[in-house]
């Protein structure tokens, strides 16, 4: 059986395609990063793909709200394919801008099959500012969720200006009821961050860092999988290295945890050919 | 008819740039307002229908979740409203996005006429506030009068129902443009149109100008194509290509340097030839890892077998003084164009920034256009928003404080790119236009904007410098051109490139054609953003985001249709000839015709004087202190200094692991918040192999000497790179000088023979170092006049110049980035050991600044014995031998140390009796004093023997031992000095900027 292929969109602002699609290769996948137009203008067919990341960067500048401008031209190009993609067993990643994209999209929260209704907003931290940091996330065991599957807490870094999720607490409800919450900013400990900054980097409702639709296959979060890799990406690598030589252990043990995250995906995928 | 969309937040829902305005009225201006609300507006300058105009509200410009909006005004409470757009001209990102949505949702195609402009209103709530605070806010903080426009309504004023009424920026130029014959009849008359134009011509080319046009030979081939007298392109040309930004004619100019007292004398022949040519090129035939300097847009050195690294260092500091955010957002994406211009082009893959400005609770009399708390804000947003959204890490940077950068603060961006070794099986690090090749503009249009910028930021900064000069860099419009032609370069298309920066086309062009040998240019071809523009005006214009290219002519339709996969403009405007001759047309008609060779010869250097008295000569000495009784508030003290504090919002800020590539961090640590030594890298994502980068400045040796302040910047320098893991014999550096004006004049510049000494004493240290250290240099720049006139008590002015400034990036090959070494100290019982000598050297020190002296005898950086002990700590770092590894920098020991302790969150046991070279000095010199070449170390107590193996015959010794509780305890032969927890040392060190975000 092949590897399963995954379509990372670059161009247009986007940013993090190439480490995207790297990620993936170590998840065990066949990434091709193709441009938004290849891919709206029809040179390049969702359809011969098992996976669609829509990943992080300023997509059209980040101008009129973050990923309203990409979602506009997915949705005027490819508009009913996306749903049908998902529909056939497709799964969707949105990271960062493009959790914001798939939002603005309507494909999340994707409540029931509903994937065009805008119900969740990724709106300004209360910070006000963008933030780089790392961050412990939990994620939640009930949810549906493909990707984060059987992970413990682990941490990933933000960079974002525009992560503080909002809904209608009537929305979040449903959500929850649901176990659509599947990723939530943590402390160290694993437990909720409690809106407590910087655990929670932009005020998110209900510390929620990232969010999957009914059928668990297409997730989005605010934080980048795909920037840590590698054991070295980690803030505290260099003092982990030194208590694993030490203790005489071998350092690192495992892939990254935000390879872990993909290679759930990847699993599916293949289970899924 | 335009309409008019306004769009909010829905109420209930936080306002977080509105509280952020209402956050920084109070903090700057005192202006205690309520609740702000800010409202995004768009106004749609293009012919749609009502059932259009809704679509775009909901589909397009409305959060249903967060905002509200509506075509006519929304009723937003306020007791004042003030309105900010742009000027006409000014480059309008969001509108042209806002254009390309309701394209994409309507299919409406935008003609000339049509337009999207953006623009905002802010909600004031506050019965209290009046007109002129709100003026107040609108010019000082929320607007840029260079390049926005405002309007302040009370609420009485208000009409609910027209809002602030229908703004259409749209330039317009009702003149067809044209080309002025300027006849030169004497030196007298180019000097006079000089003036006028704002040409800046030195008068020592005069001369040289007008012969050329006088040239039997050059009237004969000017009448052959309908020319006599130079035309305003010509000398706009001349201009920019003479201009010391470009040329850096003060680099190769001559220095009569004297040393009066040591009776010494001698002439120096082009700095830039003596100082940075002959020992990078001495270097380069030593180390075959530098592939290429001194001649392109970037530096190249090798990376592995199949990547090169190229990488340079510039300066934006005119425009960053005028216009905080938008000069620094412009150096920043303008830098970023270097590496992609480089040999066949480069990926971008990292920037670094230095921030030099005057205090920021500055509370004296003197009025800089922008008290220095706004300016620091300003630029620290605008490299925010320059490197982010280009998708670039930022791992590395510096922010310095002193009064001399009033006059005018310094902002360094530098830019690192990686390249494959071969393009297309070529070498990538060359490139060559050959006759016939097409000329493409890629990237923006041309506007007016720019203009003269070259020539501004080669002069003195008044209030009659043009505020046209500034311009505002779009990073999305970069962004899309640098994936588009690196698709266009793995394809093999491209014979050359470079960008468009200062300058503009007649700087691009002009380079390139030298290659083929000559360039026929049509200028009627280059897009412009609108009409009118005069043909100089399109020449020289340094609208941003562009790229020259070179393509041969069965490349163009490949070439193109890349262009439009990636929805990037480029247009043929010329081929490249082998004529000799640079030539210009306009609808045919030629404008300029001007032979290649004569810009690049026949101009007369330069000149300066320069006389060096010694620090003793000018009334220097050492001051006379005592031990001072309580060391540990002196620690808590200097940890509270401007320029030891710490900057964790500023890099906090900036996107460091985009690309994830990220292995150093800005910030390391248990708490994640002690600047690292160096940022490293590991751009090839399938390679542990890695680059390194760190800069260094000590402008406050300057005041001493600035030849010794040279060399311990480089030391510094090449000590932060391998204190992280790289190989100090596989670094190479980035010079970037900023410097006062060297020109003596007994009126207005009295000092200049002193100021020039001191360049020429930097350059020659520069040398030396470099040699000593087999340190090419990869890159440089110099930027000169770097003074102020800033208005005073009783509106005299005081020219306020800044000290002498070198700014020294070094960059360095991590082999294994898996061995990579941080400053914290990781396990109680390892030991802690100093490498290097202590020396009484606490002149320009930190202490010696914050007790209010400069002292004489500054740090002497000895180049050799930095270097042996940099080798035998790489050696140890690729043996993995050292647990933690810190250099020791501005604050000395005493701070150096107090870092370590917070960066581990471990205690520091430390007898200030064992520090080698201190053995007689006081123990406050021993923590204070500034000695260049020193590293604090951490080792595993079973690793201690192979250690100390490695340094055998060098300078070090064991201090201490790390502790398990967190503090620093000091002492001296059984006397505690100090002994202070890392809580305590942590708040001092935040108290001063922990606050802001």
């Given at each position: 059986?092949?590897?399963?292929?995954v379509?990372?969109?670059?161009?247009?602002?986007l940013?993090?395609?190439?480490?995207?699609?790297?990620?993936?290769t170590?998840?065990?996948?066949?990434?091709?990063?193709?441009?938004?137009?290849?891919?709206?203008?029809?040179?390049?067919?969702?359809?011969?793909?098992?996976?669609?990341?829509?990943?992080?960067?300023?997509?059209?500048?980040?101008?009129?709200?973050?990923?309203?401008i990409?979602?506009?031209?997915?949705?005027?190009?490819?508009?009913?394919?996306?749903?049908?993609?998902?529909?056939?067993?497709?799964?969707?990643?949105?990271?960062?801008?493009?959790?914001?994209?798939?939002?603005?999209?309507?494909?999340?929260?994707g409540i029931?099959?509903?994937?065009t209704?805008?119900?969740?907003?990724?709106?300004?931290?209360?910070?006000?500012?963008?933030?780089?940091?790392?961050?412990?996330?939990?994620?939640?065991?009930?949810?549906?969720?493909?990707?984060?599957?059987?992970?413990?807490?682990?941490?990933?870094?933000?960079?974002?200006?525009?992560?503080?999720?909002?809904?209608?607490?009537?929305?979040?409800?449903?959500?929850?009821?649901?176990g659509?919450?599947?990723?939530?900013?943590?402390?160290e400990?694993?437990?909720p961050?409690?809106?407590?900054?910087?655990?929670?980097?932009?005020?998110s409702?209900?510390?929620?860092?990232?969010?999957?639709?009914?059928?668990?296959?297409?997730?989005?979060?605010?934080?980048?999988?795909?920037?840590?890799?590698?054991?070295?990406?980690?803030?505290?690598w260099?003092?982990?290295?030194?208590?694993?030589?030490?203790?005489?252990?071998?350092?690192p043990?495992?892939?990254?945890?935000?390879?872990?995250?993909l290679?759930?995906?990847?699993?599916?995928?293949?289970?899924?050919? | 008819?335009?309409?008019?969309?306004?769009?909010?937040?829905?109420?209930?829902?936080?306002?977080a740039?509105?509280?952020?305005?209402?956050?920084?009225?109070?903090d700057?201006?005192?202006?205690?307002?309520?609740?702000?609300?800010?409202?995004q507006?768009l106004?749609?300058?293009?012919?749609?229908?009502?059932?259009?105009l809704?679509?775009?509200?909901?589909?397009?410009f409305?959060n249903?979740v967060?905002?509200?909006?509506?075509?006519?005004?929304?009723p937003?409470?306020?007791?004042?409203?003030?309105w900010?757009?742009l000027r006409?001209?000014?480059?309008d990102?969001?509108g042209?996005?806002?254009?390309?949505?309701?394209?994409?949702?309507?299919g409406?195609?935008?003609?000339k006429?049509?337009?999207?402009?953006?623009?905002?209103?802010?909600?004031?709530?506050?019965?209290?506030?009046?007109?002129?605070?709100?003026?107040?806010v609108a010019?000082?903080?929320?607007?840029?009068?260079?390049i926005?426009?405002?309007?302040?309504f009370?609420?009485d004023?208000?009409?609910?129902?027209?809002?602030?009424?229908?703004i259409i920026?749209?330039?317009?130029?009702?003149r067809?443009?044209?080309?002025?014959?300027v006849?030169?009849?004497?030196?007298?008359d180019l000097?006079?149109?000089?003036?006028?134009?704002?040409?800046?011509?030195?008068?020592?080319?005069?001369?040289?100008?007008?012969?050329?046009?006088?040239?039997?030979?050059?009237?004969?081939a000017?009448?052959?194509?309908?020319?006599?007298?130079p035309?305003?392109?010509?000398?706009?040309?001349?201009?920019?290509?003479?201009?010391?930004?470009?040329n850096?004619?003060?680099?190769?100019?001559?220095?009569?340097?004297?040393?009066?007292?040591a009776?010494?004398?001698?002439?120096?022949?082009?700095?830039?030839?003596?100082?940075?040519?002959?020992?990078?090129?001495?270097?380069?035939?030593?180390?075959?890892?530098?592939?290429?300097v001194l001649?392109?847009?970037?530096g190249?050195?090798?990376?592995?077998?199949?990547?090169?690294?190229?990488?340079?260092?510039?300066?934006?500091?005119?425009?960053?003084?005028?216009?905080?955010?938008?000069?620094?957002?412009?150096?920043?994406?303008?830098?970023?164009?270097?590496?992609m211009g480089?040999?066949?082009?480069?990926?971008?893959?990292?920037?670094?920034?230095?921030?030099?400005?005057?205090?920021?609770?500055?509370?004296?009399?003197?009025?800089?256009?922008?008290h220095?708390?706004?300016?620091?804000?300003?630029?620290?947003?605008?490299v925010?928003?320059?490197?982010?959204?280009?998708?670039?890490?930022?791992?590395?940077?510096?922010?310095?404080?002193?009064?001399?950068?009033?006059?005018?603060?310094?902002?360094?961006?530098?830019?690192l790119?990686?390249?494959?070794?071969?393009?297309?099986?070529?070498?990538?690090?060359l490139?060559?236009?050959?006759?016939?090749?097409?000329?493409?503009?890629?990237?923006?249009?041309?506007?007016k904007?720019?203009?003269?910028g070259?020539?501004?930021?080669?002069?003195?900064?008044?209030?009659?410098t043009?505020?046209?000069?500034?311009?505002?860099?779009?990073?999305?419009?970069?962004?899309k051109?640098?994936?588009?032609?690196?698709?266009?370069?793995d394809?093999?298309?491209?014979?050359?490139?470079?960008?468009?920066?200062?300058?503009?086309?007649?700087?691009?062009?002009g380079?390139?054609?030298?290659?083929?040998?000559?360039?026929?240019?049509?200028?009627?071809?280059?897009?412009?953003?609108?009409?009118?523009?005069?043909?100089?005006?399109?020449?020289?214009?340094?609208?941003?985001?562009?790229?020259?290219?070179?393509?041969?002519?069965?490349?163009?339709?490949?070439?193109?249709?890349l262009?439009?996969?990636?929805?990037?403009?480029?247009?043929?405007?010329?081929?490249?000839?082998?004529?000799?001759?640079?030539?210009?047309?306009h609808?045919?008609?030629?404008?300029?015709?001007?032979?290649?060779?004569?810009?690049?010869?026949?101009?007369p250097?330069?000149?300066?004087?320069?006389?060096?008295?010694?620090?003793?000569?000018?009334?220097?000495?050492?001051?006379?202190?005592?031990?001072?009784?309580?060391?540990?508030a002196?620690?808590?003290?200097?940890?509270?200094?401007?320029?030891?504090a710490s900057?964790?919002?500023?890099?906090?800020?900036?996107?460091?692991?985009?690309?994830?590539?990220s292995?150093?961090?800005?910030?390391?640590?248990?708490?994640?918040?002690?600047?690292?030594?160096a940022?490293?890298?590991?751009?090839?994502?399938?390679?542990?192999?890695?680059?390194?980068?760190?800069?260094?400045?000590?402008?406050?040796?300057?005041?001493?000497?600035?030849?010794?302040?040279?060399?311990?910047?480089?030391?510094e320098?090449?000590r932060?790179?391998?204190?992280?893991?790289a190989?100090?014999?596989?670094?190479?550096?980035?010079?970037?000088?900023?410097?006062?004006?060297?020109?003596?004049?007994?009126?207005s510049?009295?000092?200049?023979?002193h100021?020039?000494?001191?360049?020429?004493?930097?350059c020659?240290?520069?040398?030396?170092?470099?040699?000593a250290?087999?340190l090419?240099?990869l890159?440089?720049?110099?930027?000169m006049?770097?003074?102020?006139?800033?208005?005073?008590?009783?509106?005299e002015?005081?020219?306020?110049?800044?000290?002498?400034?070198?700014?020294?990036?070094a960059?360095?090959?991590?082999?294994?980035?898996?061995l990579?070494?941080?400053?914290?100290?990781?396990?109680?019982?390892?030991?802690l050991?100093?490498?290097?000598?202590?020396k009484?050297?606490?002149g320009?020190?930190?202490?010696?600044?914050?007790?209010?002296?400069?002292?004489?005898?500054?740090?002497v950086?000895d180049?050799?014995?930095?270097?042996a002990?940099?080798?035998?700590?790489?050696s140890?770092?690729?043996?993995?031998?050292?647990?933690?590894?810190?250099?020791?920098?501005?604050?000395?020991?005493g701070?150096?140390?107090?870092?370590?302790?917070?960066?581990?969150?471990?205690?520091l046991?430390?007898?200030?009796?064992?520090v080698?070279?201190?053995?007689r000095?006081p123990?406050?010199?021993?923590?204070?004093?500034?000695?260049?070449?020193?590293?604090?170390?951490?080792v595993?107590?079973?690793?201690?023997?192979?250690?100390?193996?490695?340094?055998?015959?060098?300078?070090?010794?064991?201090?201490?031992?790390?502790?398990?509780?967190?503090?620093?305890?000091?002492?001296?032969?059984?006397?505690?000095?100090?002994?202070?927890?890392?809580?305590?040392?942590?708040?001092?060190?935040?108290?001063?900027?922990?606050?802001?975000?």
């Amino acid at each position: 059986m092949g590897k399963p292929k995954v379509l990372v969109l670059c161009g247009y602002g986007l940013n993090c395609d190439n480490e995207t699609a790297h990620a993936f290769t170590l998840a065990g996948a066949a990434p091709e990063r193709v441009h938004i137009n290849d891919l709206a203008g029809g040179k390049t067919a969702l359809e011969d793909f098992a996976i669609l990341a829509f990943g992080g960067g300023f997509s059209w500048g980040d101008d009129h709200g973050a990923g309203v401008i990409e979602a506009v031209r997915l949705k005027t190009t490819l508009g009913e394919r996306l749903v049908r993609f998902i529909a056939r067993g497709g799964l969707v990643i949105g990271i960062c801008n493009g959790f914001q994209t798939l939002v603005n999209l309507g494909l999340l929260p994707g409540i029931h099959g509903d994937y065009t209704s805008r119900r969740v907003a990724l709106t300004n931290n209360d910070c006000g500012n963008f933030r780089d940091d790392w961050v412990w996330l939990a994620p939640n065991p009930a949810s549906p969720c493909v990707w984060t599957k059987g992970l413990g807490a682990f941490e990933l870094p933000v960079r974002h200006g525009e992560g503080k999720f909002v809904c209608d607490p009537g929305v979040l409800e449903t959500l929850k009821a649901g176990g659509q919450v599947a990723l939530r900013y943590a402390l160290e400990d694993g437990r909720p961050a409690g809106g407590k900054f910087p655990e929670n980097p932009n005020g998110s409702m209900d510390d929620v860092a990232g969010i999957c639709d009914s059928t668990g296959r297409v997730f989005g979060l605010m934080p980048h999988p795909e920037a840590y890799h590698h054991p070295v990406n980690h803030p505290d690598w260099t003092r982990q290295r030194e208590a694993a030589v030490r203790e005489g252990k071998p350092f690192p043990e495992g892939p990254a945890p935000g390879v872990r995250l993909l290679e759930n995906a990847v699993r599916a995928a293949r289970e899924a050919q | 008819m335009p309409a008019r969309l306004e769009i909010t937040k829905q109420p209930g829902l936080r306002d977080a740039h509105g509280e952020g305005v209402r956050k920084k009225a109070l903090d700057y201006f005192g202006i205690a307002c309520g609740p702000v609300r800010t409202v995004q507006i768009l106004t749609l300058d293009a012919p749609l229908d009502k059932a259009a105009l809704e679509t775009v509200r909901t589909e397009i410009f409305t959060n249903p979740v967060t905002q509200i909006s509506s075509y006519s005004p929304l009723p937003v409470p306020f007791d004042w409203c003030v309105w900010v757009g742009l000027r006409p001209g000014v480059r309008d990102n969001p509108g042209a996005t806002a254009a390309e949505a309701v394209t994409d949702v309507l299919g409406f195609r935008f003609e000339k006429d049509h337009a999207v402009y953006t623009s905002a209103r802010y909600c004031f709530e506050g019965a209290n506030l009046s007109r002129e605070d709100m003026e107040r806010v609108a010019r000082e903080l929320l607007a840029n009068d260079i390049i926005q426009q405002w309007r302040v309504f009370h609420k009485d004023e208000w009409d609910p129902a027209k809002g602030i009424g229908l703004i259409i920026p749209k330039v317009r130029i009702n003149r067809a443009p044209s080309v002025t014959v300027v006849p030169v009849p004497t030196d007298g008359d180019l000097l006079r149109v000089s003036r006028e134009r704002g040409l800046e011509l030195n008068p020592n080319d005069i001369p040289a100008i007008r012969a050329y046009f006088l040239r039997e030979d050059v009237l004969e081939a000017r009448k052959a194509v309908g020319l006599e007298a130079p035309t305003d392109v010509e000398l706009e040309y001349i201009s920019q290509a003479r201009s010391d930004h470009c040329n850096h004619n003060t680099f190769r100019g001559v220095f009569h340097y004297k040393e009066p007292a040591a009776g010494v004398a001698q002439t120096i022949t082009s700095l830039f030839k003596t100082c940075i040519e002959e020992p990078t090129l001495a270097v380069q035939r030593q180390k075959p890892w530098v592939v290429s300097v001194l001649w392109d847009n970037a530096g190249v050195a090798r990376f592995d077998d199949s990547h090169y690294y190229t990488i340079t260092g510039e300066t934006h500091n005119s425009p960053s003084n005028m216009e905080a955010y938008g000069g620094s957002l412009t150096g920043i994406v303008g830098v970023y164009r270097d590496p992609m211009g480089t040999g066949l082009g480069s990926r971008l893959i990292a920037g670094a920034y230095g921030f030099c400005v005057g205090h920021r609770d500055y509370a004296g009399d003197l009025t800089p256009r922008l008290h220095p708390r706004r300016l620091l804000d300003g630029v620290v947003e605008g490299v925010k928003d320059g490197g982010n959204k280009s998708g670039i890490p930022t791992p590395h940077g510096l922010l310095w404080f002193d009064p001399g950068y009033m006059g005018k603060c310094l902002v360094f961006v530098t830019a690192l790119g990686l390249m494959p070794a071969t393009v297309a099986g070529k070498p990538s690090e060359l490139k060559s236009a050959a006759p016939g090749d097409l000329i493409v503009m890629c990237g923006g249009r041309v506007g007016k904007d720019g203009i003269h910028g070259v020539t501004a930021s080669s002069a003195i900064f008044s209030e009659s410098t043009p505020a046209g000069h500034v311009q505002i860099g779009d990073p999305y419009t970069q962004k899309k051109m640098h994936d588009f032609l690196l698709e266009a370069r793995d394809q093999g298309l491209i014979t050359y490139i470079t960008d468009n920066g200062g300058g503009g086309l007649s700087s691009s062009v002009g380079e390139s054609a030298r290659t083929s040998g000559g360039a026929f240019v049509e200028l009627d071809k280059a897009p412009l953003k609108y009409e009118g523009l005069d043909q100089w005006e399109i020449w020289v214009s340094e609208s941003q985001e562009r790229m020259t290219v070179g393509i041969r002519p069965e490349s163009l339709a490949v070439f193109m249709a890349l262009a439009q996969k990636h929805a990037v403009e480029a247009t043929v405007i010329g081929r490249y000839t082998d004529s000799g001759k640079l030539h210009i047309t306009h609808e045919g008609k030629t404008c300029a015709y001007i032979d290649l060779a004569f810009l690049e010869s026949e101009f007369p250097r330069w000149e300066f004087d320069c006389e060096w008295r010694t620090p003793q000569e000018r009334g220097l000495f050492e001051p006379v202190l005592g031990e001072p009784r309580d060391y540990g508030a002196l620690l808590l003290a200097m940890l509270d200094r401007p320029n030891i504090a710490s900057r964790e919002w500023i890099g906090r800020q900036y996107d460091h692991e985009v690309q994830g590539a990220s292995v150093i961090k800005p910030f390391v640590g248990v708490k994640r918040d002690v600047p690292g030594d160096a940022g490293v890298l590991r751009p090839v994502l399938t390679s542990d192999r890695g680059v390194a980068v760190a800069q260094a400045i000590a402008p406050a040796l300057s005041r001493i000497d600035a030849g010794l302040m040279a060399a311990v910047v480089v030391d510094e320098a090449l000590r932060r790179v391998t204190a992280v893991g790289a190989d100090p014999d596989e670094t190479g550096g980035v010079d970037n000088f900023c410097w006062p004006s060297i020109r003596y004049d007994p009126v207005s510049n009295p000092d200049g023979r002193h100021k020039a000494a001191q360049l020429v004493r930097a350059c020659l240290a520069l040398k030396d170092s470099c040699l000593a250290l087999g340190l090419p240099l990869l890159s440089g720049k110099d930027s000169m006049y770097v003074d102020g006139r800033l208005p005073g008590r009783f509106g005299e002015t005081h020219k306020v110049s800044a000290p002498e400034t070198l700014m020294f990036t070094a960059s360095g090959i991590v082999p294994d980035t898996r061995l990579c070494q941080t400053p914290d100290p990781k396990f109680a019982g390892d030991a802690l050991y100093v490498l290097g000598l202590t020396k009484d050297e606490p002149g320009g020190s930190e202490y010696y600044e914050m007790l209010g002296y400069t002292g004489a005898n500054a740090p002497v950086a000895d180049p050799a014995a930095t270097l042996a002990l940099c080798r035998a700590l790489h050696s140890a770092v690729c043996q993995g031998l050292p647990a933690s590894v810190h250099g020791v920098y501005r604050g000395g020991l005493g701070v150096h140390l107090a870092l370590t302790v917070l960066a581990g969150n471990l205690g520091l046991d430390v007898d200030l009796g064992r520090v080698p070279g201190a053995e007689r000095l006081p123990a406050w010199k021993t923590l204070y004093s500034e000695s260049a070449g020193r590293f604090l170390v951490t080792v595993d107590p079973a690793r201690e023997t192979a250690f100390l193996n490695l340094f055998r015959g060098l300078p070090l010794a064991r201090l201490g031992t790390v502790s398990e509780a967190p503090r620093l305890k000091v002492s001296k032969g059984g006397d505690v000095l100090l002994d202070t927890d890392a809580d305590t040392l942590r708040a001092a060190w935040k108290k001063r900027f922990g606050g802001l975000v």
